[in-house]
Structure formats: C-alpha cells, structure tokens
C-alpha cells in the first residue's frame, strides 16, 4: 500500500516563501507522475506542478516562475518550493501519485498567505 504524507504548509506573509515535502511509502513503478494541485474556498481543485518520471516538469500559468517541482528519487520525496507567495495562493494543498495503475493522494495541508 503507497502512503503519501504531506509536511510544509503553514501561514505566510505575501512575498514569502515555503517549501513543501511529500513523502511516498510503499512501492511503486519508476513510470510515474507526482503531481501538485491546490484548492483553494469555494474554488475547483487545479494542478499547480506535474513532474514526469523525474525529468519533466509543468506548471500552471498562476505558478510559472515563482513555484519549482522537485524529486529526490532515492528518498521516494517530492517538494514543492512556492516563492514570491500571493494571498490567492492561499489554499489547501494536495500531492499526487499517479502510475500506469493506480493514484495515490496525499492529505492535504493548508497554505495561508496573509499579512
């Protein structure tokens, strides 16, 4: 059984920065994607950053030049470095794990970006 567990999120003022980890247990094929997306109130969940197999990274326009997508294979960790922060970033933010078989999600942790 994969388990994704999420750490990183917290209250920021605007312009700051966070960094958030997720980290994958269990086992699973090299063949993935690890996926950032958010939700912010009253709002759809949207993807924010897609990283393919290690190599590949997208982002959302909202996030381009301010968020970078990491992995650390050899640790099953993938982070999400957030910059220049927003108050619309504010939002609940999710990790993903998608396979050719299976999709995993992480349990969410808020991000408040307020003065």
């Known amino acids: 059984q994969v388990r994704l567990v999420e750490s990183g999120g917290g209250l920021v003022q605007p312009g700051g920065s966070l960094r958030r980890s997720c980290a994958a247990s269990?086992?699973?094929?090299?063949?993935?994607?690890m996926v950032w997306h958010r939700q912010a109130p009253g709002k759809q969940r949207e993807l924010v950053a897609e990283?393919?197999?290690?190599?590949?990274?997208t982002y959302s326009d909202s996030v381009k030049g301010r968020f970078t997508i990491s992995r650390d294979s050899a640790k099953n960790m993938a982070y999400l470095q957030m910059n220049s922060l927003k108050p619309e970033d504010t939002a609940v933010y999710y990790c993903?794990?998608?396979?050719?078989?299976?999709?995993?999600w992480g349990q969410g942790t808020q991000v408040t970006v307020s003065s």
């Open positions: 990283m393919v197999s290690g190599v590949t990274a």
């Open positions: 993903r794990l998608l396979t050719p078989v299976a999709d995993y």
């Open positions: 269990g086992s699973f094929t090299s063949l993935n994607a």
